[in-house]
């Protein structure tokens, strides 16, 4: 049987976070994170960067005024970003208007809150950032420098040892 582009995209990551002391519970594919949203993501962080240079560049010149205005631009840029990776990804919520779900389409997300857009594509990268990995092992062996002593048991406010009743105390 051929793989349809429905089962390919079709795996889903539950993700939540916490907005204004209520918990939104998201539901997102991550398999539908193409080479076309990699890209946008790239061509982005190049434009933050060259952006983050030249505010930079504005403030070390005294023009708080310019600065100012080309971090408003990054912020909107971010947003907008954000809304195109969340109405990509995003296969539901309990973001809700009455009773309604609020669609999650890009033209719907441009009536949310900016900071609320980019938090939930946070939550979502969250959930999709790698493990770390593991530090290199060594080659050669470790040995103690020195002996310790040993460490005394509890503290002075734990009083007196007790008795486990479990199997294992005994």
Known sequence: MPLTLEKLFSPTV????????????????PSRYTGEMD???????????QDS?????????????GAAALKHTMERKNA???RTFVAQLLVSWDVLDGKDPIPFDEASLKRLP?????AVFLAMSEENATDPT????????????????RS????????AR?????????
Request: net charge negative.
């Open 14 to 29: 539950p993700s939540s976070l916490v907005v204004m002391g209520e918990t939104v519970h998201l539901l997102w594919a």
């Open 39 to 49: 890209e946008l993501a790239d061509h982005l962080a190049t434009e933050e960067a």
């Open 53 to 65: 240079a030249s505010v930079a560049m504005l403030e070390a010149e005294g023009d708080e005024d």
């Open 80 to 82: 907008a970003a954000a």
């Open 114 to 118: 900016d900071f609320f857009v980019i």
């Open 134 to 149: 593991n530090a290199p092992s060594s080659n050669g062996t470790s040995a103690p420098k020195a002996s310790s002593a």
């Open 152 to 159: 005394p048991r509890g503290s002075p406010s734990s009083g």
């Open 162 to 170: 007790k008795s486990s009743k479990s199997r294992r105390g005994k």
